[in-house]
Structure formats: C-alpha cells, structure tokens
C-alpha cells in the first residue's frame, strides 16, 4: 500500500509542476471521482479496512493540494522575477474631517509617559519623539550607582508601554528645531551618527506636548563638565559606579603612597538636594557594607563629604528632617560643609569659598558627582528665544499648561514652569464682580462670596490658608474689626487690595520632581479625552475678565508627600499634613511606595528582587 502511496503522490506532486495548472485539475477531479468510488463500499468493508483506506486516501489528498499549491507558488515566484519592483507609498487620509489630530509628544521621561498612559489614543493620532527609547524610574538612580539595583530594573521600553495603545508610532531621534508658526518639528535620528544631519526629518503636529526634561546645571563653573559626573541619566549612574571601583582599584596598586590613596577615595558630593544627599549615603553603604570586606587596608584613606551652599542639607524638606540628616551623616562618618560656594573643579582638587570667613579652601577628590540643580537643554532655551520668553529657565506656561505666546503647543516636567496669575493683576475685575449693587464697597457677604467664587481660578488663596492654618477666608484681613463688624465691614478698592497683596506672596514655583511631572502628564491627558465634550460644555472656572466659563479646570498640584534615603536602613519622610516621620520603619515605607510606583510589574519584580539579592548577598562591585 505505501508503495503505490508513494507513487501517487509522486505523481499527484510533480503534475503541477510539469504539466501547470490544466493537467493539476484534472489530477483534483480523477481523485474526486475514485474517492466518491471507494466511499460508497465502505459499507461492505470492515472497520479495520474502513480506517486503513481512509488514513490512505486522506494523505494522498494532503500531497495533491500541497503539490496544487506548492507549484502554483513557484510559477507565481518564476513570473513575479521578471517584473519590475514597484515602491509602496503609504498616503494619508486626504479627506480633512476623517483625520484624526496628530499629538507629538517629545520625550519619554515621567512627564511624558505619564501622559501616553493616561491618554485615550483612540481619539488622536499619536506620535512620540525621543532619543531615549525607555522609560527611567529616575528616583532610584542612586541606587544604581552603588549596585543596589541594576539598571535594567529601572527601566522599561516605551514600545512595550504604548503596545496596547491604539493610533501611537515611536521614532527615536532628537528634536533639533520647534517651528510653531508652521507647526513642524525638526528631528534628527540618534542612530546617524555617520553623516549627521544627512537624514533628518519634519514631522507636522496638530498639538505638541514638550516634555524633553532638563539637564544638569553648572552654573559656567570651570571644570565641572571635564572633572564631575552628573546624575540624570541612566547612563551617568553606570559611568560613577564604575568609576568608584576604579579608584579603590587604583588605591589598591602597591606603588601609590598614602597622600595618593587618599586623594584617590575622597568622594566628594556637591549639592545637598535630594540626590546628592541620597547618593552620598549609598556610597557609604556601599563602602562599609560591601568594599570594607574586599579592601580592608584601604578603609582607613576612605572620606566622603557633601558641599552645600545654603545653611543646611535637604533646605526643601521640613527642618526636623534636615537636623537629622545632618545628625546621621556627622554619626556616619559623612563630612558636611555648608555655606560653601565652589569656584573651580580642577583634576584633583576643589577650589571653594566659605561664606562665613571669605577665605578659599582647597578640598582633594578622587571623584565628583556634581548635584545642584537643573538648567535649560539648548533646543528649549531656543524654543525660548523664537517665542520672546528670553532670560528665562524653563518654558513659561499659564494654569493649563499652555506655553505663553504659542497656540496649541503644552510643556510640562522639568522643562517648564507655571506663572501663576496673581491676584493683584485682576483685583479691579474682582472687585467690579463681587460688588453687585455698584456701591463701591464690599461687604462681609460679598467678600466671601467673591473670594470663594475665585479660589479655583486663584489656587494661592487656598495655599495662603493652609500655610497659616485658617479656614475661614475672613481670616484674610488683618484685623476685620478695624472695617466694621458683621454684615457693617465695608472694604473700598484700596483696602480690598491690601488684604489680597499678601496671598499672592505665598506664590512659589513647583518643585522639579517627577511627582510634578507625573501629575501634570496625567491632568493634560483628561484634558484631551474631555476636549471635544469641553468645547461645548465647558467646566473650568469663570472668566475674571470676559464671559463664560474656562473650557479646563487648571491645574493644582497636590503634594503626596517626599522621602529622603539616608542609608543604614533608615529614611525620612515629609507626608501630607505636616507629618514627619524618621528611622527603620520609614526605610520600608519607602520600600513599598516605590515598589508599588515601577511602571510595570516587570520592573516591579526586578527592582524587589535587586533588593532581596543585595539583603542575601551583597551589592556587586564588579566592573563589567
């Protein structure tokens, strides 16, 4: 039987090959017609057989169809050689009212993926620009450079964050130019590096959302590019930890004498921020956790210090939280110098002046990690020049996030900056509305009224009463029995005036934080899943000047709290409500929060295992 199998299946095979696809139909209906005929006997035969010619003819059908198609692939194949290639033109929808609008977000840090996340992609055509094609969970960068956590943990894909979106495309290049007037944006790919500027590209937007972040600001010091690390980026954490290894390896060299091992592990920190604060007690852990047991001779030349300017360390935090800081750091070993300024970064010093004696102090280093503060990328501060916004840090945008003097175009994190309307500017306006019956004053009814019907559109009257703990917006004015009692105060324009001048006191610009960020990027993405809805109901607050309602309600950052590592398994946390909490139990608070912030459940599994191994087995001081 496997014989005559095989023949006929030669046969059935090679028809179509030879003959083409005449003879191969003909094959098709002669095997038809012999199996109708073997079908109708079945009933004749027993089961065993039934089963054996089924099995037979099954195959044999199988071969025929894939010799029918096999061959009618390589006769398409032999014919499609012959014909001239063609180019494949993908063209937009040229009927305006089926296209959807373009969003062009450039950049991919917390800011903007915050916003891609929150996004309803389906009602825009999304594009996102970055040189960078992850995502870094930038709070835990210090823990890279010490090896408690890899710096894969840390990261994620944006092609992998945007997988399940719909309408979102993904190009990694650098912005080169912002042209709002024509609304196009000039790209550069990251991987020409060959012939620079030999592929560069326009995209066209209908909305632009600028969310590229910041970089390290050095204040034009002399050799703070040549001589210090920074720490922004994932690629600077894996610089400074290898470069840390590098010095207790060279320390270690038999030839070096004491003075040059101990310039060598002098790790110096100047900034007393947050990261500067929170890498100077990785490192110590780093070193007398892990290194003391692979470099006990060199423990004795070890010496780690931080430079700051002002009067205390962590000056953003609340001043319980910096005493103990500094308390900790003085038990740890940690050198502070405060109310220094530094002049000059040279090879193998620093050159600083102390405020207090006007005298210059030469510190030595064996590494710099430079952390104070955050200065304009070039594309924006010429962003910033085309606009008129000259002399500024970051990009100036209104309650909505809207860059002042362009239309359409947002920018938010790092890169931008909030000008809060003050009060004074619209006090004529305010006072016009809540004086109803034109008598040119107000009353204790139409005060409070006023003022609670502008609390939304002015958030500073809400900061101004928490931070003096009032609850009533009477409380405003100094003394409000010096313009009457009850429903008798009568306050005239000037006076309405002076009680509100010391609101708009208490304006301060936002933090550059990635929680900052993070809200801004979530409060823009609601913004444009409400537009169209927006556009016809709006909801945000009244106009002071003008008709009608906002079309958004602006946006109000809400303090969720910050922590500050200080290594030693201990931690100090400002929370929301003026709690302030220190020590082990704050440390795993932080554990938490921040395992449960990773943007994935990869990076969530990676990053608590990093931690688990470093409890087990130690950081890994390697250099790979």
Same mark, same amino acid.
């Given at each position: 039987?496997?014989?005559?199998?095989?023949?006929?299946?030669?046969?059935?095979?090679?028809?179509?090959?030879?003959?083409?696809?005449?003879?191969?139909?003909?094959?098709?209906?002669?095997?038809?017609?012999?199996?109708?005929?073997?079908?109708?006997?079945? &009933?004749?035969?027993?089961?065993?057989?039934?089963?054996?010619?089924?099995?037979?003819?099954?195959?044999?059908?199988?071969?025929?169809?894939?010799?029918?198609?096999?061959?009618?692939?390589?006769?398409?194949?032999?014919?499609?050689?012959?014909?001239?290639?063609?180019?494949?033109?993908?063209?937009?929808?040229?009927?305006?009212?089926?296209?959807?609008?373009?969003?062009?977000?450039?950049?991919?840090?917390?800011?903007?993926?915050?916003?891609?996340? &929150?996004?309803?992609?389906?009602?825009?055509?999304?594009?996102?620009?970055?040189?960078?094609?992850?995502?870094?969970?930038?709070?835990?960068?210090?823990?890279?450079?010490? *090896?408690?956590?890899?710096?894969?943990?840390?990261?994620?894909?944006?092609?992998?964050?945007?997988?399940?979106?719909?309408?979102?495309?993904?190009?990694?290049?650098?912005?080169?130019?912002?042209?709002?007037?024509?609304?196009?944006?000039?790209?550069?790919?990251?991987?020409?590096?060959?012939?620079?500027?030999?592929?560069?590209?326009?995209?066209?937007?209908?909305?632009?959302?600028?969310?590229?972040?910041?970089?390290?600001?050095?204040?034009?010091?002399?050799?703070?590019?040549?001589?210090?690390?920074?720490?922004?980026?994932?690629?600077?954490?894996?610089?400074?930890?290898?470069?840390?290894?590098?010095?207790?390896?060279?320390?270690?060299?038999?030839?070096?004498?004491?003075?040059?091992?101990?310039?060598?592990?002098?790790?110096?920190?100047?900034?007393?921020?947050?990261? *500067?604060?929170?890498?100077?007690?990785?490192?110590?852990?780093?070193?007398?956790?892990?290194?003391?047991?692979?470099?006990?001779?060199?423990?004795?030349?070890?010496?780690?210090?931080?430079?700051?300017?002002?009067?205390?360390?962590?000056?953003?935090?609340?001043?319980?939280?910096?005493?103990?800081?500094?308390?900790?750091?003085?038990?740890?070993?940690?050198?502070?110098?405060?109310? #220094?300024?530094?002049?000059?970064?040279?090879?193998?010093?620093?050159?600083?002046?102390?405020? &207090?004696?006007?005298?210059?102090?030469?510190?030595?280093?064996?590494?710099?990690?430079?952390?104070?503060?955050?200065?304009?990328?070039?594309?924006?501060?010429?962003?910033?020049?085309?606009?008129?916004?000259?002399?500024?840090?970051?990009?100036?945008?209104?309650?909505?996030?809207?860059?002042?003097?362009?239309?359409?175009?947002?920018?938010?994190?790092?890169?931008?900056?909030?000008?809060?309307?003050?009060?004074?500017?619209?006090?004529?306006?305010?006072?016009?509305?809540?004086?109803?019956?034109?008598?040119?004053?107000?009353?204790?009814?139409?005060?409070?009224?006023?003022?609670?019907?502008?609390?939304?559109?002015?958030?500073?009257?809400?900061?101004?009463?928490?931070?003096?703990?009032?609850?009533?917006?009477?409380?405003?004015?100094?003394?409000?029995?010096?313009?009457?009692? *009850?429903?008798?105060?009568?306050?005239?324009?000037?006076?309405?005036?002076?009680?509100?001048?010391?609101?708009?006191?208490?304006?301060?610009?936002?933090?550059?934080?990635?929680?900052?960020?993070?809200?801004?990027?979530?409060?823009?993405?609601?913004?444009?899943?409400?537009?169209?809805? #927006?556009?016809?109901?709006?909801? *945000?607050?009244?106009?002071?000047?003008?008709?009608?309602?906002?079309?958004?309600?602006?946006?109000?950052?809400?303090?969720?709290?910050?922590?500050?590592?200080?290594?030693?398994?201990?931690?100090?946390?400002?929370?929301?409500?003026?709690?302030?909490?220190?020590?082990?139990?704050?440390?795993?608070?932080?554990?938490?929060?921040?395992?449960?912030?990773?943007?994935?459940?990869?990076?969530?599994?990676?990053?608590?295992?990093?931690?688990?191994?470093?409890?087990?087995?130690?950081?890994?001081? &390697?250099?790979?």
């Amino acid at each position: 039987m496997f014989s005559v199998l095989s023949r006929s299946a030669r046969r059935v095979f090679l028809s179509p090959l030879v003959a083409g696809s005449s003879q191969s139909h003909q094959v098709c209906k002669t095997l038809k017609n012999t199996w109708n005929t073997q079908w109708s006997r079945r &009933s004749h035969e027993s089961p065993w057989e039934r089963d054996v010619q089924f099995r037979y003819y099954f195959i044999l059908a199988i071969t025929a169809m894939s010799g029918y198609f096999g061959g009618s692939c390589v006769l398409y194949a032999d014919a499609s050689s012959n014909a001239s290639p063609t180019a494949v033109t993908i063209k937009e929808c040229s009927n305006p009212v089926d296209r959807k609008k373009r969003i062009l977000v450039l950049g991919s840090g917390w800011a903007g993926v915050s916003f891609l996340k &929150s996004l309803d992609c389906t009602l825009y055509d999304v594009h996102i620009i970055s040189p960078r094609n992850f995502f870094v969970f930038t709070p835990l960068l210090p823990s890279v450079t010490a *090896g408690t956590v890899e710096a894969r943990s840390i990261t994620e894909s944006i092609r992998k964050i945007v997988l399940k979106k719909q309408n979102v495309k993904y190009s990694q290049a650098n912005c080169m130019n912002i042209d709002s007037v024509n609304r196009k944006v000039l790209c550069r790919p990251v991987a020409d590096y060959l012939e620079p500027g030999k592929n560069d590209f326009e995209v066209e937007y209908d909305y632009l959302v600028i969310a590229v972040g910041a970089q390290a600001n050095t204040f034009n010091t002399p050799g703070v590019e040549k001589y210090c690390h920074f720490l922004k980026e994932i690629e600077d954490a894996e610089k400074i930890r290898e470069s840390i290894v590098d010095c207790f390896e060279l320390a270690a060299l038999p030839y070096l004498t004491k003075e040059e091992r101990s310039q060598l592990l002098h790790f110096v920190t100047v900034g007393g921020g947050p990261t *500067g604060v929170e890498f100077a007690a990785e490192l110590h852990d780093l070193v007398y956790e892990d290194l003391c047991k692979l470099y006990p001779d060199l423990m004795p030349f070890v010496n780690i210090v931080v430079i700051q300017s002002g009067d205390h360390i962590l000056n953003t935090f609340d001043q319980r939280i910096s005493h103990f800081a500094e308390q900790k750091f003085q038990r740890d070993g940690i050198e502070v110098k405060t109310g #220094c300024r530094v002049l000059e970064i040279q090879q193998n010093a620093i050159i600083m002046k102390e405020k &207090s004696t006007g005298k210059k102090v030469e510190v030595p280093h064996g590494m710099v990690v430079w952390s104070t503060g955050i200065g304009t990328r070039p594309v924006i501060a010429q962003f910033m020049n085309q606009i008129g916004q000259h002399d500024r840090r970051a990009l100036v945008t209104d309650e909505w996030l809207r860059v002042k003097g362009c239309e359409n175009v947002y920018a938010l994190g790092d890169c931008a900056t909030i000008e809060q309307r003050k009060l004074l500017e619209d006090v004529a306006y305010i006072f016009t509305l809540a004086d109803k019956d034109n008598s040119g004053n107000l009353t204790a009814t139409e005060f409070k009224e006023a003022l609670d019907s502008i609390r939304e559109r002015y958030p500073q009257i809400d900061l101004y009463l928490k931070r003096q703990h009032m609850k009533d917006v009477m409380k405003i004015l100094d003394d409000p029995q010096t313009y009457g009692e *009850g429903e008798r105060i009568l306050l005239d324009v000037e006076q309405f005036k002076k009680a509100l001048s010391k609101v708009d006191a208490q304006m301060k610009a936002l933090p550059a934080t990635a929680q900052v960020a993070a809200q801004q990027g979530e409060y823009l993405s609601r913004c444009f899943n409400r537009r169209k809805k #927006c556009e016809v109901e709006p909801e *945000g607050p009244l106009r002071v000047r003008g008709d009608g309602r906002h079309q958004f309600h602006p946006f109000v950052y809400k303090h969720l709290g910050q922590f500050a590592p200080l290594g030693g398994e201990q931690a100090a946390a400002e929370l929301p409500g003026d709690w302030v909490s220190v020590g082990r139990s704050t440390q795993w608070l932080w554990y938490s929060v921040y395992a449960s912030k990773q943007v994935s459940w990869r990076t969530r599994a990676l990053v608590i295992f990093d931690w688990s191994k470093r409890f087990i087995f130690g950081r890994d001081s &390697s250099r790979m």
